[in-house]
């Protein structure tokens, strides 16, 4: 995929100023690095602040995205604040996890000390993607007295049940990728061009203090009080702020909007289109849309009390996708902008199809079909979360269709717009007592091609309860509901339904500790589908704009490469995917950043046990005439009763060593 700049604008209505580094000194003395965007004018007429709270390094890390997105809206009256969390980029102090209580309290603590100066007018707001839009909306549950709007961007509301470590109670193969690329992240140096020569004495500490956050993820194999902390669904009505949720039907948090537009009661509104993990005014696929715009609508509202409508928007705002021929990456995704007042809405009614003889309809199954697929499957599924990397959608399902029971619709007479969860109720019984489904919804085309369309998995252990799951009793019948995730699809008229059931998914989620037959003896799928049949937009957007792009020199550019192969001799089957950033050079102060990602996953498709997962990350950086690189690699295999972990992490400066650190960890498994 390439790089999509929009519009640039560089005249605003407020000149500007940039502080590339503004301490920030935390209430135990920490200092925290900031970089600052404002009008040149707010000491006479102040300004709100918004605060992107982020490990990312705003030096080298988020450039692309702040470089379009903050100066644009200072220059629209707004003091941006962009901070390095504690322990990162070139700030002060150690980090030791994600959403920790000192992580909040610190966003807390900038809130406070931003309203209190002079050139702020006295109210908040806080945005942000992924991480920050995950802290956003926690920190929003605490109730700091000056934040009054915040913007959530592919985020959630319950850090088990949706994010990258379980899902549906199956342990992620992006569990351990994301440890590994945190261990990565977290193991640059700061700039000695803003923190001096004790550069290299924090760069130590860090790396001495580094998290092996893979033992705690993987640990934790139920919805206990370390994800309960977090997550937001614990207590909706502690979020009084206004909140505006956005998400892409092409990212793993595409189920977040949904919650939150139905459950909060502060303000809310919601907007979903058919984007990877991007800001949607430079994302893709197309539509983008003019985000910048909608974000000032929204801090104008909340922060200035400016009655501009933002307040009588649709409450649900989401792109109903076209079919299209599955591919790995697609530049476009034809449908249209559909817009309910209500969510959830009285348009849409669920549809109830039974499961039956290898058919999708009104008749019940008349005997019992096994489902015991091969390990391997799950190839044709794309990543958690898609991030313009290259090939990382979901391709065509037939290979993956093959190893699993299918269940397939009568050829439509008409049309059926696919909006909400899709929800597959089954009644089974399994040979063994830990066991797993994924459930794909697919799109059968008259051309022949599969689509994926949603789909949901379950470690059937947790059926009842991701709190205390219970072992399933070989032979015992049992009743599991699997909820798919959100979608807006428009399936045309000539095309069928097709329901396909797996009793596994590699490499998404990690494989049952045995290769389990699950026998389906009966099953419904509630199919959400809206009434109103839309053929032109019921909404509209801005085109996207942004400031300037960031100034610097490609010294490598990015490539990114997916590759599935067999091993003949040994029937072992590998995912190889292969990710370049390039390297860059900033133009404005020298700094020169760039990553490789190396991954493997490996697995035979008869036994469980075989699978192995490898990573190896790479961050260069420094300057002409000083250089840093760090190296972490991680490994991940297992028996039928722990998971075996390994990492390793290399820092050298001069091409000369300075640290050298090994993991190499033992976690039980319980009831994954």
Not at 324 to 334: A, F, G, L, T
Request: glycine content about 8%; aromatic content about 10%; proline content about 7%.
């Amino acid at each position: 995929m390439a790089s999509f700049v929009p519009e640039v604008q560089t005249v605003f209505p407020r000149d500007i100023v940039e502080i590339a580094d503004q301490p920030i000194i935390m209430p135990d003395g920490c200092r925290l690095s900031a970089r600052i965007w404002m009008p040149k004018d707010a000491a006479s007429d102040p300004v709100p602040v918004i605060l992107e709270h982020l490990p990312y390094r705003k030096r080298d890390g988020t450039v692309v995205r702040d470089s379009l997105t903050h100066p644009w809206m200072a220059g629209h009256g707004y003091a941006c604040i962009r901070v390095d969390m504690r322990g990162n980029g070139d700030s002060d102090g150690l980090m030791d996890d994600e959403y920790t209580p000192q992580e909040l309290r610190d966003a807390c603590d900038v809130i406070a000390w931003a309203v209190a100066q002079p050139w702020c007018s006295g109210t908040a707001g806080m945005m942000g993607i992924s991480w920050g839009g995950f802290n956003s909306l926690q920190v929003a549950a605490l109730a700091p007295p000056a934040l009054k709007a915040i913007i959530t961007i592919c985020s959630t509301v319950d850090r088990f049940a949706d994010d990258i470590h379980f899902k549906g109670g199956c342990l992620l193969g992006e569990n351990f990728g994301w440890a590994a690329n945190m261990l990565s992240y977290s193991s640059r140096p700061p700039d000695p061009l803003i923190v001096g020569d004790r550069w290299r004495d924090m760069w130590l500490e860090r790396l001495e203090a580094m998290p092996f956050l893979a033992r705690d993820w993987i640990s934790r194999q139920t919805r206990d009080e370390y994800w309960k902390h977090g997550s937001v669904c614990e207590d909706f009505g502690a979020i009084e702020a206004a909140v505006l949720s956005i998400g892409g039907w092409h990212d793993g948090y595409r189920n977040t909007i949904s919650h939150l537009v139905e459950n909060l009661d502060s303000p809310v509104k919601g907007i979903v289109g058919p984007w990877i993990h991007k800001y949607p005014h430079y994302a893709g696929p197309e539509p983008r849309i003019g985000f910048l715009q909608e974000a000032k609508r929204w801090w104008d509202r909340w922060l200035k009390g400016i009655d501009n409508g933002a307040d009588s928007l649709p409450a649900y705002r989401a792109w109903l996708m076209d079919s299209i021929v599955p591919e790995r990456w697609v530049d476009e995704r034809p449908g249209r902008w559909i817009a309910e007042q209500q969510w959830p809405s009285a348009t849409i009614i669920d549809k109830a199809f039974e499961l039956g003889d290898g058919s999708l309809g009104h008749a019940p199954m008349s005997a019992p079909v096994e489902v015991r697929s091969p390990v391997d499957c799950g190839s044709q599924a794309g990543e958690y979360f898609p991030f313009a990397y290259g090939p990382e959608l979901p391709d065509e399902q037939t290979p993956d269709d093959l190893k699993s029971a299918c269940f397939d619709g009568d050829v439509l007479d008409v049309s059926l717009d696919i909006v909400g969860a899709p929800r597959l109720v089954i009644r089974a019984r399994s040979d063994k007592p830990m066991a797993q489904v994924a459930v794909r919804l697919c799109d059968l085309r008259p051309d022949g091609t599969s689509a994926l369309i949603t789909m949901g998995v379950l470690n059937l252990t947790h059926r009842n309860s991701a709190e205390s799951p219970e072992l399933l009793v070989p032979g015992e019948g049992f009743e599991a509901r699997v909820t798919l995730d959100q979608i807006a699809y428009r399936i045309p008229a000539g095309h069928r339904l097709r329901i396909a059931v797996s009793t596994s998914y590699w490499p998404f989620i990690w494989p049952a500790p045995e290769h389990a037959a699950v026998t389906l003896e009966a099953g419904r799928l509630e199919l959400p589908c809206r009434t109103v049949h839309a053929d032109d937009d019921e909404c509209s957007f801005e085109k996207p704009v942004g400031a300037a792009p960031w100034r610097h020199e490609t010294l490598r550019p990015s490539a990114s490469t997916r590759d599935l192969e067999t091993d003949p001799a040994t029937g072992v089957i590998t995912t190889t995917i292969f990710n370049d950033a390039g390297e860059n050079r900033d133009l404005e102060h020298g700094l020169i950043s760039g990553s490789t990602t190396h991954e493997r996953w490996s697995i035979h498709p008869d036994d469980p046990l075989s699978a192995i997962a490898e990573i190896r990350w790479e961050q260069t950086g420094g300057r002409d005439g000083w250089r840093t690189e760090t190296v972490a690699e991680m490994a991940m295999r297992c028996d039928k009763d722990w998971f075996f972990v390994t990492g390793k992490l290399v820092a050298t400066e001069q091409s000369a060593e300075i640290f050298d650190k090994d993991w190499e960890e033992r976690i039980p498994r319980r009831f994954v």
